[in-house]
């Protein structure tokens, strides 16, 4: 985390089909646009309108990504907590802003769905490689240790386990 960066958390609905790619370093990141609309309510009328809408693009990394990429589809409602940055892209001669939040968890928003979880398990070498790669160097297939004296032998990789 940095000094002062800005971290928010938006409630809004999946724009676009989530795309799923591995980065150069092996690494998986997901992207996908975010919806968000403002309701706001009337008293005179005593109804609700539309007020203020925000896209944004949100991007996740590693084990979070390939979660959303196989948890997400077009028109979820979710709700997604993460760093905004905003930066200024040059387009047809002309400045422009792009507001982008990395995302550190996403989830479904209860309030509008509901969901069952499926909790993804690995192995301590798995979670430590997809969560700090500056400092799990790749390791051979016969230094890892895949059973602990005196426990019978398990599988290395569980995919899901309900909970």
């Known amino acids: 985390m940095a000094f002062n960066e800005t971290r ?7 724009a676009s089909p989530v795309v799923h790619s591995k980065v ?6 997901a992207k996908f646009r975010l919806f968000s609309a403002e309701r706001v309510w009337d008293p005179e009328d005593r109804s609700w309108s539309d007020g203020a809408r925000m896209f944004l693009t949100v991007s996740c990394w590693r084990m ?10 077009k028109g979820d409602p979710v709700v997604v907590t993460g760093r905004l940055t905003i930066r200024e892209v040059e387009f047809e001669g002309r400045r422009q802003p792009v507001v982008e939040l990395e995302a550190t968890a996403i989830g479904p928003n209860l309030a ?3 969901a069952t979880s499926t909790r993804t398990r690995l192995a301590a070498d798995a979670v430590e490689a997809r969560a700090a790669p500056e400092i799990a160097a790749p390791r051979e297939p016969e230094e890892l240790p895949l059973v602990l004296p005196g426990e ?10 309900p909970f």
Do not use: Y
């Open 112 to 114: 509008l769905c509901t």
């Open 152 to 161: 019978p032998e398990r599988p290395k990789e569980v995919a899901e386990v």
């Open 8 to 14: 928010v958390t938006i409630c809004g609905n999946v």
């Open 24 to 29: 150069g370093t092996g690494f998986s990141r």
């Open 64 to 73: 979070l990504a390939d979660n959303v990429q196989v948890s997400l589809t």
